[in-house]
């Protein structure tokens, strides 16, 4: 905890984000499992987060002081699992239980149960609420800590996301950082086509945030922005990260397919190659 | 009971770091105390119900030991998947706190009336659901709260509601009903704003030589089932008394574990509130007149059932 800022190791973390993707892969083929796409959309973020900008310690995943990431997306249950068990949070044999009678690998994350999971997650809307408890929390309690809630951009739809963002603006939440992947799709159609989301970071702008724009697959990027926060704006931040759904393989890719099929063994293999795995 | 509330929160807040108070913009000056004593720990999360229930979950899973404050059906129906998602399946430590029980903000229309609430909340796991009888059992209902560890809703009446206990009540018990009138003939449970109804309806039975035995059930949720196996034991006509849907409130609770542990015994009648919307304009005591929910009218059809038993 409270170490250096560490170094930023760019081709390290492209690395990470690939051996990530393989993983997630892998559990969506042998759970047979939906949310492939939502997941591989975030990796990068998730690689930036756990590889570079949280202070966590897999050993004291409790410890009062370490800053939180809340995976509001809850869908993208298989990301933050392989990310977790890649960090030494839990072993990671334990994620051939994803999804599988009696485990603690639900298809969405579980309350009280999996070390390293901040929130029971997979209702829409309710993260950036407890996220923003969570970095006031901090501040009654005179602890400095960064919350960080990955949001998706169909879950903008929901009124608490708005809820909580005038209320993290009111409190000048500045411990705050709201990202949002935004993989330009939901579940069944364009999120741009479904509900008027555009213009995103404006909106996020006008509810009093510090809004960034940013190529959510340049981990480097992500990684720079999320470790600014507290940027000193005094307002909480917000990551608009342009991303793409099903990103890192290219015949799932921007296929909305993707949302809810699995892969074969056979597209696993591809998926892989392409990723530069063995 | 709400300036009670706000005077033991207050209290409270004084001798415990941990209380965090949050109001959905209600409460003109109500709590100016609370605030001018804490104000780093008093939040007006404006009309934005469901982000006070998320960030209160979020404070509670930190040490912190919120009470989020508005009218019933705002901090309860409003926000109902936030409290059973966020607040009780984390098992984070809030207090739910709403005025305004059953038909208490009456003339404000049906969209200020809470009669689901105590069915709503009572079927999620970890829910404690308290409805004080009177200010008394409600200062013991908010120190109870925070000597625990779960979440917990309490369902407060409005205002100037009458006394029914003489003072503080050191032995208050979450889970433990408490006997307020011993009788022997009929047995009175009541719960929440209903009590002092439930008081003067065991003292217009007495006058008609009925001994009526009136039990608070402050706790909805866990039931004191052991006050229950005793008064079906002992009665042979018990009668449930809440300010609430006839569907999935107290009498419900009671009528299925009556169902669940009981082979025969007491009678049981249930008054409540039937199932509709109470639409029409005027004050709490109109709609209690209307709906049946005074003591008069407890009291005479418990007369009645007394005098013809069911077939």
Same mark, same amino acid.
């Given at each position: 905890?409270?170490?250096?800022?560490p170094t930023l190791d760019g081709l390290g973390l492209r690395a990470r984000a690939a051996q990530l993707r393989g993983r997630i892969i892998d559990m969506c083929h042998a759970a047979s499992s939906a949310h492939l796409g939502s997941s591989l959309s975030c990796a990068d973020v998730l690689t930036a987060a756990y590889w570079h900008v949280l202070?966590?310690?897999p050993?004291?995943?409790?410890?009062?002081?370490?800053?939180?990431?809340?995976l509001?997306?809850?869908?993208a249950a298989m990301a933050i699992y392989a990310a977790l068990a890649m960090r030494g949070f839990f072993p990671e044999a334990e994620l051939a239980t994803y999804n599988q009678?009696?485990g603690r690998l639900?298809e969405?994350?579980?309350?009280?149960?999996l070390p390293g999971?901040?929130?029971?997650?997979?209702? *829409?809307?309710?993260?950036?609420?407890?996220?923003?408890?969570?970095?006031?929390?901090?501040?009654?309690?005179?602890?400095?800590?960064?919350?960080?809630?990955?949001?998706?951009?169909?879950?903008?739809?929901?009124?608490?996301?708005?809820?909580?963002?005038?209320?993290?603006?009111?409190?000048?939440?500045?411990?705050?950082?709201?990202?949002?992947d935004?993989n330009?799709?939901?579940?069944?159609?364009?999120?741009?086509?479904? *509900?008027?989301?555009?213009?995103?970071?404006?909106?996020?702008?006008?509810?009093?945030?510090?809004?960034?724009?940013?190529d959510g697959h340049d981990v480097e990027a992500l990684a720079?922005?999320?470790?600014?926060?507290?940027?000193?704006?005094?307002?909480?931040?917000?990551?608009?990260?342009?991303t793409v759904k099903g990103k890192g393989v290219s015949f799932m890719e921007d296929d909305?397919n993707w949302h809810y099929r699995a892969p074969t063994a056979a597209e696993v293999a591809l998926a892989r190659a392409e990723l530069g795995l063995s | 009971?709400?300036?009670?509330?706000?005077?033991?929160?207050?209290?409270?807040?004084?001798?415990?770091?941990? +209380?965090?108070?949050?109001?959905?913009?209600?409460?003109?000056?109500?709590?100016?105390?609370?605030?001018?004593?804490?104000?780093?720990?008093?939040?007006?999360?404006? #009309?934005?119900?469901?982000?006070?229930?998320?960030?209160?979950?979020?404070?509670?899973?930190?040490?912190?030991?919120?009470?989020?404050?508005?009218?019933?059906?705002?901090?309860?129906?409003?926000?109902?998947?936030?409290?059973?998602?966020?607040?009780?399946?984390?098992?984070?430590?809030?207090?739910?706190?709403?005025?305004?029980?059953?038909?208490?903000?009456?003339? +404000?229309?049906?969209?200020?009336?809470?009669?689901?609430? =105590?069915?709503?909340?009572?079927? =999620?796991?970890?829910? #404690?659901?308290?409805? $004080?009888?009177?200010?008394?059992?409600?200062?013991?209902?908010?120190?109870?709260?925070?000597?625990?560890?779960?979440?917990?809703?309490?369902? +407060?009446? /409005?205002?100037?509601?009458?006394?029914?206990?003489?003072?503080?009540?050191?032995?208050?018990?979450?889970?433990?009903?408490?006997? #307020?009138?011993?009788?022997?003939?009929?047995?009175?449970?009541?719960?929440?704003?209903?009590?002092?109804?439930? !008081?003067?309806?065991?003292?217009?039975?007495?006058?008609?030589?009925?001994?009526?035995?009136?039990?608070?059930?402050?706790? #909805? /949720? $866990?039931?004191?089932?052991?006050? +229950?196996?005793?008064?079906?034991?002992?009665?042979?006509?018990?009668?449930? !008394?809440?300010?609430?849907?006839?569907?999935?409130?107290?009498?419900?609770?009671?009528?299925?574990?009556?169902?669940?542990?009981?082979?025969?015994?007491?009678?049981?009648?249930?008054?409540?509130? $039937?199932?509709?919307?109470? /639409?029409?304009?005027?004050?709490?005591?109109?709609?209690?007149?209307?709906?049946?929910?005074?003591?008069?009218? =407890?009291?005479?059809?418990?007369?009645?059932?007394?005098?013809? $038993?069911?077939?």
């Amino acid at each position: 905890m409270n170490a250096l800022m560490p170094t930023l190791d760019g081709l390290g973390l492209r690395a990470r984000a690939a051996q990530l993707r393989g993983r997630i892969i892998d559990m969506c083929h042998a759970a047979s499992s939906a949310h492939l796409g939502s997941s591989l959309s975030c990796a990068d973020v998730l690689t930036a987060a756990y590889w570079h900008v949280l202070k966590v310690d897999p050993a004291h995943p409790t410890d009062p002081l370490r800053d939180r990431f809340i995976l509001s997306k809850g869908h993208a249950a298989m990301a933050i699992y392989a990310a977790l068990a890649m960090r030494g949070f839990f072993p990671e044999a334990e994620l051939a239980t994803y999804n599988q009678d009696g485990g603690r690998l639900a298809e969405h994350p579980p309350a009280n149960q999996l070390p390293g999971v901040e929130a029971a997650t997979g209702s *829409l809307g309710h993260g950036l609420p407890l996220a923003a408890g969570i970095a006031l929390a901090g501040r009654i309690q005179g602890r400095d800590y960064r919350v960080f809630a990955l949001l998706s951009d169909g879950e903008n739809n929901e009124g608490s996301v708005w809820e909580a963002a005038m209320f993290a603006a009111g409190q000048r939440l500045e411990n705050l950082c709201a990202i949002i992947d935004y993989n330009k799709w939901q579940a069944t159609d364009r999120s741009n086509d479904v *509900l008027a989301l555009a213009p995103l970071a404006d909106k996020w702008r006008a509810f009093g945030w510090d809004a960034v724009e940013l190529d959510g697959h340049d981990v480097e990027a992500l990684a720079r922005v999320m470790q600014k926060v507290p940027n000193g704006s005094g307002k909480p931040v917000a990551i608009v990260a342009h991303t793409v759904k099903g990103k890192g393989v290219s015949f799932m890719e921007d296929d909305n397919n993707w949302h809810y099929r699995a892969p074969t063994a056979a597209e696993v293999a591809l998926a892989r190659a392409e990723l530069g795995l063995s | 009971m709400r300036n009670a509330f706000a005077d033991e929160v207050t209290k409270l807040g004084m001798v415990d770091p941990r +209380l965090v108070l949050l109001s959905g913009d209600i409460g003109n000056k109500l709590f100016d105390r609370f605030k001018a004593a804490q104000p780093e720990r008093f939040f007006n999360c404006g #009309v934005a119900e469901q982000n006070m229930t998320g960030v209160a979950t979020g404070l509670a899973m930190n040490g912190l030991r919120p009470f989020t404050y508005t009218i019933a059906p705002f901090c309860t129906t409003r926000c109902l998947e936030q409290i059973r998602t966020d607040v009780a399946y984390h098992e984070a430590p809030v207090t739910i706190v709403a005025v305004g029980a059953g038909l208490a903000y009456a003339g +404000l229309g049906p969209t200020h009336h809470a009669c689901e609430d =105590i069915a709503f909340l009572r079927a =999620i796991p970890n829910m #404690v659901v308290l409805a $004080p009888g009177d200010a008394w059992e409600l200062r013991a209902a908010v120190r109870a709260v925070l000597a625990q560890d779960r979440p917990a809703y309490i369902r +407060l009446g /409005k205002k100037g509601e009458p006394l029914v206990h003489g003072g503080p009540l050191p032995d208050f018990q979450i889970g433990k009903a408490i006997t #307020v009138v011993e009788g022997l003939d009929v047995c009175l449970l009541s719960t929440g704003n209903m009590l002092p109804e439930a !008081v003067a309806a065991a003292s217009l039975l007495r006058q008609k030589g009925v001994a009526t035995r009136v039990v608070s059930f402050h706790t #909805v /949720k $866990p039931l004191d089932t052991a006050c +229950l196996r005793e008064a079906f034991t002992r009665f042979s006509l018990v009668a449930t !008394v809440e300010e609430h849907s006839l569907i999935g409130g107290f009498g419900s609770a009671v009528a299925e574990w009556v169902s669940d542990h009981l082979a025969g015994g007491a009678r049981l009648i249930r008054f409540g509130a $039937p199932d509709q919307f109470f /639409k029409k304009s005027g004050e709490h005591e109109y709609a209690r007149r209307e709906l049946g929910l005074t003591a008069e009218h =407890i009291a005479e059809r418990l007369v009645r059932a007394i005098s013809q $038993p069911a077939a």
